[in-house]
């Protein structure tokens, strides 16, 4: 019986293995992710912008991060900014970043529990300027997408690069001008294929100008100079539809044109060109260690069009993008890295996209663990009053599938955390949140699902490169609820129920068959003792009569003559021993019974 139950359970036991096994199997196979660059367009012109998005397509998973390395022709095209204000994350471990001499792009972002599952989440957007005349390809290198299941696992399987093609400089159309001939020139439409907006600023020293004439306009007027109110007087006939003007001085200019047809002057029509083609002044860098962190003071000028934002590299890591608006006190505080001695490279960028290099070093203080307590939740989540007022974790048991809180202070505001928890003998199952404005955090777990001891423990991520010392580990006793202890009490222990019973049993029926063999063998011993006894009086009777006829034969012998003493002796003890047997037989044949 035993046996056949053991297999039996071995049975499931193996059947239940091997579902798990294949559905695991099954859903590994199905975990696929993707990123891609995509563009409305695939043609620039020379000195034009466009808009490259970075998407993320889960194929049904929910993901919970992402890292990408993009990589460019800087040839070609020059990185003008990246906006993220449209992403589906809202946590980055590293903001997005680029080097235009290096030609790339590399970010690191996440978003909170659930995750995002989703076509086409966006991630980033990318503004590409065209330098160069060519095929630009924009690829990805090294990159990531990591599931949201706890472990990290990695399931991108595929990119889509972008191929932009850059042609020459377009030449614009310019609206056609119809005019009655009664009438005075209407004022000219302006347009410019290198300098295309007018309130963003070129360093290129070269700018062309382009027109419609009317049919009526019989000459022209133009004028280029840093007068907004300048009257034209330079005059050509009305063949001249374009100019080019080269070796133009930094600062804002301004091109001024007017038709003249035979009725006489038109007004006149103004197109600014804002042109900067000298790099911001040298300048100093100045890192100061504040409490837990290193601070850099900014303060490039540049006197033409102004300092538009910093890229700031820490040793060979990526460049981090500064603007110069997010400044405060032109102070702006380091990433955390490892303790030590780092080199420090600054670029200041004016608003022309000229730029100045400057280098340091500085030494990085060692980071500040974060400090940890986990309170029990209870049902509704309420967090238990007499826990929350303790000045240490509350360490009391938790029943299995109940959640805790986990609540700490560190010295780095609005910085990634990881809130680990293992239980025993397993690998640790890695949560992210990130910290307030004050440096605290809080998180709430799901529900611990193994009973048994349960570590948890904090640490700050300040990049893929640095992490802070781990906070101290609060141990948990997690364990089962009375029924369930019960229900395995009774589920592990019916076996040796089993076999109490069977031996209980087997006890039972030894005894009760022993009960009966001995009762059996008693009556059997009484029934041959009584016959015992009834041979025994048969025989005693006998041998009391044969006495008694001896001692009538003597009493015959002492009627003939008197007996002698010894024979008298003889006759007495005769007859006091035949009583004394028999009353001697008799109470030992009594005890036999």
């Not at 100079?225 to 003007?245: E, G, I, L």
Request: with cysteine.
């Amino acid at each position: 019986m035993f046996r056949n139950l053991s297999n039996s359970r071995v049975r499931i036991y193996t059947s239940i293995l091997l579902v798990v096994v294949f559905s695991l199997v099954t859903i590994h196979k199905t975990y696929a992710a993707t990123l891609s660059l995509t563009s409305a367009s695939t043609k620039v012109s020379l000195g034009n912008v466009i808009s490259v998005k970075v998407v993320v397509n889960t194929d049904g998973q929910s993901i919970n991060s992402a890292a990408a390395n993009i990589q460019f022709p800087t040839d070609l095209l020059q990185v003008m900014s990246i906006n993220k204000g449209s992403s589906i994350f809202s946590l980055w471990v590293q903001d997005p970043s680029f080097s235009n001499t290096a030609g790339t792009i590399t970010f690191t972002g996440g978003v909170p529990n659930p995750g995002f599952n989703g076509q086409g989440g966006e991630i980033v957007s990318i503004v590409f300027k065209a330098k160069g005349s060519g095929n630009a390809s924009i690829v990805f290198g090294d990159s990531s997408v990591l599931l949201n299941d706890g472990l990290g696992t990695n399931v991108l399987v595929g990119t889509k690069p972008a191929n932009i093609g850059i042609g020459s400089a377009a030449k614009l159309e310019v609206p056609a001008i119809n005019t009655a001939s009664n009438s005075l020139p209407v004022m000219p439409i302006i347009t410019s294929s290198s300098n295309p907006n007018q309130d963003t600023w070129y360093n290129s020293t070269t700018a062309t100008l382009s027109w419609n004439i009317p049919s009526d306009v019989s000459s022209i007027q133009t004028l280029l100079s840093k007068n907004q109110k300048a009257v034209p007087t330079v005059t050509y006939d009305s063949s001249v539809s374009q100019r080019t003007v080269n070796n133009l001085a930094d600062g804002v200019l301004y091109f001024q044109l007017r038709y003249i047809n035979a009725i006489g002057t038109g007004p006149t029509a103004t197109y600014k060109v804002q042109v900067d083609s000298t790099p911001p002044e040298k300048f100093a860098v100045d890192v100061l260690t504040r409490d837990v962190n290193n601070v850099v003071t900014l303060r490039a000028k540049d006197v033409t069009s102004g300092i538009d934002y910093y890229g700031i590299q820490i040793d060979s890591e990526p460049a981090i993008k500064v603007q110069k608006e997010s400044l405060i006190n032109d102070q702006f505080t380091l990433p955390v890295r490892n303790s030590g001695n780092h080199t420090l490279e600054v670029i200041a960028y004016d608003k022309a996209g000229n730029h100045t290099e400057v280098y340091s070093t500085y030494t990085s203080p060692i980071p500040v663990s974060p400090t940890i307590t986990v309170y029990p939740v209870k049902s509704g989540n309420v967090i238990d009053q007499n826990c929350q007022l303790a000045s240490v974790s509350c360490i009391a048991e938790i029943a299995r599938n109940e959640v805790v809180l986990v609540k700490g202070e560190t010295k780095y505001p609005l910085t990634t955390i990881n809130i680990s928890i293992q239980s025993e003998g397993k690998d640790a199952k890695v949560y992210t949140t990130k910290t307030l404005a004050d440096g605290s955090y809080s998180f709430q777990t799901e529900p611990i699902e193994v009973a048994g001891s349960v570590k948890v423990w904090s640490q700050i991520i300040f990049s893929n490169n640095t992490r802070g010392p781990q906070s101290d580990k609060v141990n948990l006793n997690i364990k089962d609820s009375l029924l369930v202890q019960t229900s395995k009490s009774v589920i592990y222990g019916l076996p040796f129920v089993i076999v109490a019973i069977v031996l209980i049993m087997g006890l039972l029926f030894t005894l009760y068959y022993g009960w009966h063999k001995f009762f059996g063998l008693k009556r059997k011993l009484q029934k041959e003792a009584q016959g015992v006894v009834n041979d025994t009086h048969k025989a005693i009777s006998m041998f009391k009569d044969e006495l008694n006829s001896q001692l009538i034969k003597l009493e015959k012998i002492k009627l003939d003559r008197d007996l002698n003493k010894k024979e008298e002796k003889i006759f007495k003890e005769l007859q006091n021993n035949v009583d004394s047997i028999e009353d001697f037989i008799e109470k030992k044949l009594k005890k036999m019974l």
